[in-house]
């Protein structure tokens, strides 16, 4: 007996000195579970997830875990928890780490979709990875909102896809605007930042990191390893508004913008990938603040121009605030390669504000490659504060200035496409951009009398739809979510549309999917008795979260007596990756007949980036023939690109302060070969607000008894304006076509020939 007692008591001591042990548990539960699960979880603990949709979830996950055993909280088969509908997650705490999920279908109904906060409560060595966020949009555009706000400290965002994002918000925020986020030591890496179409406005960067009242500010935040791909939503693909960030070993792909060290102090930006592939606007690095170092980047095929430059070196403004433009200073930039690059500036954004020239800049051992241009960079300004030294270059004809040599210099290789995106996003994820499938051209010949409304509804993606000769009636618009061509089965013998519902409605609506052709169709606004009015002949849906494309070519719309009608109209939150208007004749009308001006919120923002108005008539217009809108002064976007040329204008709009074109902000415009005849009397024939940056050009136009042409700058008016006396070959059948040997025709001024 007491021999059992002396070992009980040693066993005991033993036990007491031996460290406690704790088992990780492991938890299967579903979505709605977790938060329960977490209440009691140690670190250690895993906790999986059953597969399954879960639809308007919001989530809230705290925990604590430790550096040696966070909690997990992972998918149990990564992909196939699909977060859906009005769904946001909320991580706080310390060391937790969620994997697998997939939200997609659905949208943020407060605040961003996910958070690392839960009210006051910060996330700090926390983890998101192998995750996915694609299509998590609102119904409309402008409601805005992100994927990703990354608080506390010490957090980590890896191996995620975050793709398919179409409204307004930045897809993921470094957010600083508390004590306990500065010096934060963030990491960003490996992931996948899909597809993000030009939204047309300020606001739709791929990340930033810090606003500029935090300009200052230390963010400490690692942005590394991560591809992004024709993210184009503005100017600023990565926007850095902070201090002491490093962005390094990034490809940007096709991207129709820049990494912009816009405010803040010491940013470091090195090993980066840059491949244009020549499209529109893909840019590289643009430079503002001081002591940044930039090197070992490899920039490819950038065709932006200046904020959308290869190299960007910003104009500063004397004694700026912190959130205009402060003074490049102090800049090293070095062993950087530029290959086929449209842009290299120095002084980007000289005006008569931003004067102050960049001081105490290096630009050293660089290379450049391009057998297209004859000097190696533009000069807006004074580049005496730029140091060049030891670089190479290789131009259209031998250079030789102070700091450059032409020496004959290999062009780097660049990696291949599985290079490039491997171990980039979700493992589990189809990381690239997504190309539409082929449509089936299917032939719907519809006569008189056929519901048109229907036909449209039941057509497949691709179909087109030909009328007969004769009218439509349509109680409703024809709603048009799909790509789809309606069009004429003998262009000489118009199909007629009218309306004769009892509520007000477009003839046609474009809606989300909506790629609409539409040709050699007549629209008529008389109004039979007892009906409503046509709310305008083609428009957009009001909630559209989708670009759309519109051609419309040998159309013909007439006799809308009511001053709220127009033909063509963009809606407010809408937005046209494409519209090209030709062959078509606007006649007697009291509404405007192109318009793309619904938004007049005065912050750069517009409804099309493409517009090409080409070979139409307009005829006794009481409203604006064409007026398109881009309000402000922001320089975040590139657009709108508007093309207006061989049109002629006959008896239109001529009330006081009227205008036949009012073309207010498009920052690429062309007017050219157009004839105004007895036009804008009481106004003015164009009416611009250009900035002196534009690229605006007005030239070989007639304006007979017409009012004048009103630009704010001088470089508007490019080339001869003539005065004659127009003569048409069937102006009574609305051919405005000049007679052959007329000197309208010898000039080559309005209608062309069909």
């Given amino acids: 007996m007491m021999i059992r007692n002396i070992h009980k008591a040693i066993i005991a001591l033993l036990l007491i000195g031996l460290p406690s042990v704790s088992f990780a548990k492991r938890y299967d539960v579903t979505l709605p579970e977790v938060a329960s699960c977490l209440k009691t979880a140690q670190p250690g603990d895993r906790i999986y997830i059953k597969d399954g949709q879960y639809k308007d979830m919001q989530l809230k996950w705290i925990g604590k875990g430790t550096e040696k055993s966070p909690i997990t909280i992972e998918a149990l088969n990564p992909g196939k928890v699909k977060v ?48 996915v966020i694609d299509k998590f949009n609102p119904s409309r555009r402008d409601q805005a909102y992100s994927y990703i706000l990354l608080y506390g400290r ?198 008569m504000e931003r004067t102050l020239a960049p001081e105490k800049v290096s630009f050293t051992d660089n290379i450049i490659i391009n057998k297209g241009l004859d000097q190696p960079y533009i ?198 990756e494409s519209v090209t208007i030709r062959n078509c004749l606007f006649r007697d009308l009291s509404g405007d007949a192109i318009n793309y001006a619904a938004e007049k919120d005065d912050i750069g923002r517009y409804n099309a980036d493409d517009m090409l108005i080409e070979n139409c008539s307009f005829y006794r217009l009481l409203g604006l023939p064409i007026n398109i809108y881009r309000g402000g002064s922001d320089e975040s976007t590139a657009g709108p690109y508007i093309t207006i040329r061989h049109c002629t204008f006959v008896d239109c709009c001529n009330k006081e302060r009227g205008s036949v074109m009012r073309l207010i902000g498009p920052q690429v415009l062309t007017v050219e070969n157009c004839n105004f005849d007895n036009s804008g009397r009481g106004g003015a024939t164009i009416r611009l607000d250009e900035a002196t940056w534009e690229k605006v050009r007005i030239a070989n136009c007639n304006l007979w008894n017409s009012g004048r042409m009103m630009t704010t700058t001088s470089q508007a008016i490019q080339g001869k304006m003539y005065n004659f006396r127009p003569a048409y070959i069937n102006a009574e059948a609305y051919d405005y076509t000049p007679v052959e040997g007329s000197e309208l025709e010898k000039l080559s001024i309005g209608l062309k020939k069909k």
């Fill in 154 to 351: 010490h957090n980590r965002v890896d191996h995620c896809s975050l793709t398919g994002k179409l409204n307004l918000g930045v897809t993921l925020i470094v957010i600083l605007n508390d004590e306990r986020c500065l010096e934060n030591h963030h990491r960003i890496d490996h992931n996948y930042f899909g597809e993000r179409p030009v939204y047309g406005s300020n606001g739709a960067e791929t990340m930033r990191v810090g606003t500029s009242q935090q300009a200052y500010s230390s963010s400490n935040t690692v942005i590394e390893n991560n591809l992004f791909e024709r993210c184009s939503g503005e100017v600023e693909v990565i926007s850095i508004k902070s201090s002491d960030n490093i962005i390094r070993n990034n490809t940007l792909l096709e991207c129709e913008g820049v990494v912009a060290l816009r405010h803040g102090d010491r940013n470091t930006v090195n090993d980066n990938l840059f491949i244009g592939n020549g499209r529109r606007n893909t840019g590289g690095i643009r430079v503002v603040n001081a002591g940044h170092q930039i090197y070992d980047n490899v920039l490819v095929g950038l065709a932006g121009t200046r904020f959308f430059s290869a190299l960007g070196v910003m104009d500063a403004v004397p004694n700026s605030l912190p959130n205009r433009y402060c003074q490049v200073v102090d800049v090293k930039m070095y062993r950087n390669t530029f290959v086929d690059c449209t842009n290299i500036e120095f002084g980007t954004g000289k005006d």
């Fill in 84 to 131: 859906e509908g009005g769904s946001t997650l909320r991580i706080a705490g310390e060391w937790l780490s969620v994997s697998g999920l997939h939200f997609t279908d659905g949208y943020a109904p407060k605040g961003s979709v996910i958070e690392f906060r839960n009210g006051q409560e910060l996330a700090n060595h926390c983890r998101l990875t192998n995750c």
């Fill in 379 to 576: 000069a807006v300004d004074d580049v005496a504060g730029i140091q060049f030294k030891d670089n190479k270059v290789q131009l259209a004809k031998n250079y030789s200035a102070p700091g450059f040599t032409t020496e004959k210099v290999k062009a780097p290789q660049l990696p291949d496409d599985a290079a490039i995106r491997k171990d980039k996003g979700a493992s589990w994820f189809k990381n690239q951009v997504a190309h539409p499938a082929a449509n089936v051209h299917k032939e719907y010949n519809v006569s008189p009398g056929t519901n048109l409304s229907e036909v449209i509804h039941s057509a497949e993606p691709g179909g087109v739809i030909i009328l007969a000769k004769g009218t439509y009636p349509i109680q409703r618009a024809m709603f048009i979510d799909k790509p789809l061509t309606i069009r004429a089965a003998d262009a000489a013998n118009k199909p007629l549309v009218r309306f004769n519902g009892d509520k007000p409605d477009n003839m046609v609506t474009i809606a989300d999917g909506g790629k609409m052709v539409i040709e050699n169709i007549t629209f008529d606004g008389v109004l039979e008795p007892g009906k409503a009015l046509a709310k305008a002949g083609i428009s957009t849906a009001f909630d559209m979260i989708q670009p759309y494309t519109l051609i419309v070519d040998g159309c013909e719309f007439q006799n809308f007596g009511e001053g709220g009608f127009f033909a063509i109209k963009g809606t407010k939150a809408t937005f046209a």
